[in-house]
């Protein structure tokens, strides 16, 4: 048996409690132990509690020192695009010059021209990037990362992301949980109603099939999929058995938070625009609210959700980095952390638990990560600070100071220090 001891956390943020999504003033109940320590069997967390306690049941185990430094969960990041070819410098230079997202869309730039590199490049092509990604992420503390399709718009082209996707799981140390994004935009020379069409007959039964993805979303959006074919597509999704996210009201109110009530999605995301009767239907179906601070900043925008008032409505609100190379250059979820507070008005305990429990939740995963409790898998972080405050309060600087996965140590900066 392997067995590691980690001992002498200043705060083990353990977020133990109930086994369903946190909500209201559970979401500032952080459950955390002062000195506090791990037992890890295989893997598995066996026991949690005081340094002195964990230190006495630990002859045998391998021993890890926290130093007096924080302890948490391995973030879950539950909106993420990172299978892509290429990057998107040239609509970054545009955004900085005063274009925006829809008018470089319009003119060639935008989800399309990720999608033709896309195309282009070969299934181990994609792999090789997506591979560096899942390494920036592990340099942030995140230990899952939901993966989305969406930049092939053809049966071949999205059966290949979802095949890299299936692959990052296998040889990285990263968990990724796939989502099929075939609607994420209608390819140039198609009509709409016919790639609607295409999505539900062709791509929908072989991505089922193939058991290649968990969930399935839609970017319900003008310009892109509009209330009725995302209605089309997310009820065919469902009938295949794969569960729903929806990007919602990211760009225009268009009734895409009622519509994932309706449908009983299991999140709705970006949700910028959403207002109270988005946020009340949303409350009524349990739906979980993704919100994307990353992609508001990089576009240079000041509307962020209305997070304060979902939480205020008993929502159980997630944080994620929608990772992607056009809206949200970052797989940093310390600096969506820092965002939530500083532009949402969420409290630093409630940004850490919608990055952790809730997010899991979000994945169907909340009864096996997202907390540190006995009977988890031991992924965790140690951050090189004293206060689970300073993960969000200080910014644009890693504070990493080693990720486990399954009790396995993968990255340490230990000697740097
Ligand atoms: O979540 N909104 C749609 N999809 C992504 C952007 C993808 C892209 O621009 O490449 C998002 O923001
Ligand atoms: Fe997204």
Redesign the pocket.
């Known amino acids: 048996m392997n067995s590691l001891a980690v001992l002498h956390a200043s705060q083990l943020v353990t977020l133990a409690g109930s086994k369903r999504p946190r909500v209201r003033s559970e979401m500032s109940e952080l459950a955390i132990i002062h000195d506090g320590g791990m037992l890890v069997h295989d893997g598995i967390i066996v026991a949690i509690g005081s340094s002195a306690q964990i230190e006495k049941g630990a002859r045998q185990s391998e021993l890890v020192d926290a130093g007096g430094r924080v302890v948490l969960p391995g973030f879950v990041d539950a909106?993420a695009?990172p299978v892509?070819a290429g990057n998107?410098l040239d609509d970054f230079e545009l955004r900085a010059r005063g274009e925006t997202?829809e008018q470089i869309a319009a003119a060639g730039g935008?989800?399309w021209s990720?999608v033709e590199k896309t195309r282009a490049a070969s299934e181990a092509e994609l792999f090789d990037q997506a591979k560096k990604h899942a390494n920036w992420f592990l340099k942030c503390g995140t230990t899952t990362v939901e993966a989305k399709s969406g930049?092939g718009l053809t049966l071949e082209d999205e059966l290949k992301m979802l095949r890299v996707i299936r692959r990052l799981n296998e040889e990285t140390p990263i968990e990724f949980v796939p989502t099929f994004l075939g609607a994420?935009a209608i390819p140039r020379a198609r009509r709409a109603d016919e790639y609607v069409d295409l999505v539900i007959n062709e791509m929908l039964p072989r991505v089922a099939s193939e058991k290649l993805a968990e969930f399935c979303d839609v970017?319900c959006?003008r310009g892109y999929f509009d209330i009725e074919q995302s209605r089309k597509i997310l009820t065919a999704a469902k009938k295949s058995e794969l569960k729903l996210r929806i990007?919602a009201d990211?760009l225009t109110n268009s009734g895409g938070a009622k519509l994932a009530a309706e449908l009983e999605a299991t999140t709705a995301d970006?949700l910028e625009k959403t207002d109270e009767n988005g946020i009340a239907a949303m409350k009524a179906s349990g739906v979980q609210p993704v919100l994307?601070p990353g992609?508001v900043y990089a576009l240079g925008s000041t509307d962020y959700p209305r997070a304060r008032e979902m939480i205020e409505a008993g929502l159980a609100v997630v944080i994620a980095t929608?990772f992607?190379?056009?809206?949200?250059p970052s797989p940093s979820m310390p600096m969506m952390l820092s965002l939530a507070c500083t532009q949402m008005k969420m409290r630093p305990a409630e940004a850490i638990t919608a990055s952790t429990i809730n997010a899991a939740c979000s994945l169907n995963r909340g009864d096996e990560i997202g907390s540190l409790e006995p009977g988890k898998l031991a992924n965790f972080s140690i951050f090189d600070c004293e206060d689970y405050r300073e993960i969000a309060y200080w910014f644009g600087f890693p504070q990493i100071h080693s990720v486990y996965v399954r009790g396995r140590p993968l990255l340490s900066r230990a000697n740097e220090t």
């Open positions: 909106h695009h892509f998107r997202y935008g989800i990720t930049y994420h970017f959006e990007h990211q970006h994307l992609s929608d992607n190379p056009g809206s949200s």
